[in-house]
C-alpha cells in the first residue's frame, strides 16, 4: 500500500475514530486501527466488538493495500508531523513507513487480516432525521440513562418508531425523560431497540454540522450514517420496564417559573450538598418558591424565586442534579414544573414533545 493524505484531515479522523478504542483489551488487535484503501478514499475502521466504526477521507492512492496500527501511537504521529502532505507505505513485514517532509517514522503494524470485520447490517427499518433534531433529541434524555450495570436494560437508550414518531426515553429509576418527534416512515413500522449508553456517546460527539442522519435498525445491531462516517453497534437484549405506568396524568398544580433563574438557584444551592446531604428543599406559595439547602458543618443557603402558583402550599426535596441536568437542555424560557404532593415526582411537560419526571427526597 502506498497512498498520500492531507495531513489535518487524517489527524481529524483519527482523533474522531480513537474514541473508539477500548483502554483495555485481551486482544492486542483491537487497540490498533484498520487503515485500508477503497477507490479514492481511504478508510480508517476501529472496533470493540461491541461498536465498530467506518470513516472515509480522500486520498491519492498509488498502490491498493490495508494495514493495523497502534490507534493512539499513529495519531500522534500524524497530528504532530511538520508539513500538511503525509505518504503512508507499507513494506514487507509489516513495516509502515510514515513519511512527511524530511521526517520519516518507521511502524511496525498488525496484518489487516487479523483484524475483525465489522458485522453487515442486514436492511431493517431505515429512517433519516435532521442533525438538529436528533441532537436535541439526545441532549433532553442521554443524561438519564442509568449507569448501574446491574440494570442492564436501563444501561441504554430506548429507540421507539410507532404511528410515524420517532420517541426516546431514557430512565435510571429515580428520573426518567422522554423526547418525541414526528418523522416520515411508514404507518404500520413498528419497532423498540435499546440503544447502549456508550454508543449514544460516540453518536453525540460525530454528529457535528451535518445536514441529515441516517439510522437503520435491525434485529439485534443499529447503524448510523452520519456524512462519512458509519457507526455500527449491537443493541442491549432484554425488554425495557414499560415507562407509561410511571408517568401520571397532567397535573393543574402548576408552578410557573423562569427556567434560566430556577435552574442557576438550584446550581448555587448544590455547592452546599455533600454525599451524605443531596436533597435541595423547595417550598412553594403563592407568589414564590423558596429554595434552601441547609448542610451540618457546611453552611445554609435561602433563595427566593418569583413564581406563578395557584395551588395549595407545598414542601418538598430534590437531589437537584436531577432538576439542574433536564432545565440545562430546556430551551423554553419558562416552564411549567408539576407539583402535586411531596412523594409523588415532579413533572415538567413541554407541548407533546417532551416529559421529564424526577422523583422526590424525604426532607430532614
Known amino acids: 500500500m502506498n497512498i498520500n493524505a492531507n ?44 461498536i465498530g466504526m467506518l470513516l472515509s477521507i480522500p486520498a491519492n492512492i498509488d498502490t491498493k493495500g490495508s494495514i493495523t496500527l497502534p490507534a493512539r501511537r499513529i495519531g500522534s504521529i500524524i ?99 422522554l423526547r ?22 460516540q453518536l453525540e460527539r460525530i454528529l457535528g454540522d451535518t445536514d441529515e442522519v441516517t439510522i437503520n435498525i435491525g434485529e439485534n445491531q443499529i447503524l448510523f450514517k452520519i456524512s462519512n462516517i458509519l457507526l455500527i453497534s449491537r443493541l442491549i437484549e432484554g425488554e425495557f420496564p414499560d415507562y407509561s405506568q410511571v408517568i401520571p396524568e397532567e397535573s393543574k398544580n402548576k408552578v410557573f417559573i423562569k427556567r434560566g433563574e430556577f435552574l442557576n438557584t438550584l446550581r448555587r444551592a448544590t455547592i452546599l450538598t455533600t454525599t451524605e446531604s443531596l436533597g435541595v428543599r423547595l417550598d412553594v406559595s403563592k407568589d414564590d418558591m423558596v429554595v434552601s439547602k441547609n448542610t451540618p458543618d457546611v453552611g445554609e443557603l435561602k433563595e427566593k424565586v418569583p413564581i406563578e402558583y395557584v395551588g395549595k402550599q407545598i414542601s418538598i426535596g430534590f437531589n437537584p442534579v436531577y432538576l439542574i441536568e433536564a432545565l440545562k437542555n430546556i430551551k423554553e424560557e419558562e416552564i411549567a414544573f408539576e407539583l402535586t404532593q411531596p412523594e409523588k415526582p415532579g413533572v415538567i411537560r413541554i407541548a407533546d414533545k417532551y416529559i421529564y419526571l424526577a422523583l422526590p427526597m424525604q426532607l430532614g
Open 7 to 50: 495531513r489535518e484531515e487524517l489527524s481529524l479522523a483519527l482523533q474522531t475514530i480513537q474514541n473508539i478504542i477500548p483502554n483495555r483489551t485481551p486482544l492486542p488487535i483491537l487497540s490498533n486501527i484498520l487503515i485500508q484503501t477503497e477507490k479514492n478514499n481511504l478508510q480508517l475502521v476501529a472496533t470493540d466488538l461491541d
Open 79 to 177: 497530528k504532530d508531523l511538520p508539513e500538511n502532505d503525509v505518504e503512508i507505505t507499507v513494506k514487507k513485514n509489516n513495516v509502515t513507513i510514515v513519511r512527511s517532509g524530511k521526517c520519516v517514522f518507521k511502524l511496525i503494524g498488525i496484518d489487516s487480516e487479523e483484524f475483525p470485520s465489522l458485522p453487515k447490517i442486514e436492511k431493517g427499518t431505515e429512517i433519516k432525521i435532521k442533525t438538529s433534531v436528533i441532537k436535541e433529541m439526545l441532549e433532553m434524555t442521554s443524561f438519564a440513562i442509568s449507569k448501574d450495570e446491574s440494570r442492564y436494560v436501563l444501561n441504554g437508550l430506548l429507540f421507539i418508531i410507532k404511528n410515524q414518531k420517532l420517541t426516546f426515553v431514557a430512565t435510571d429509576g429515580r428520573r426518567l425523560s
Open 180 to 201: 418525541t418527534e414526528n418523522i416520515e416512515v411508514n404507518k404500520t413500522c413498528n419497532v423498540k431497540a435499546i440503544v447502549p449508553n456508550k454508543t449514544v456517546l
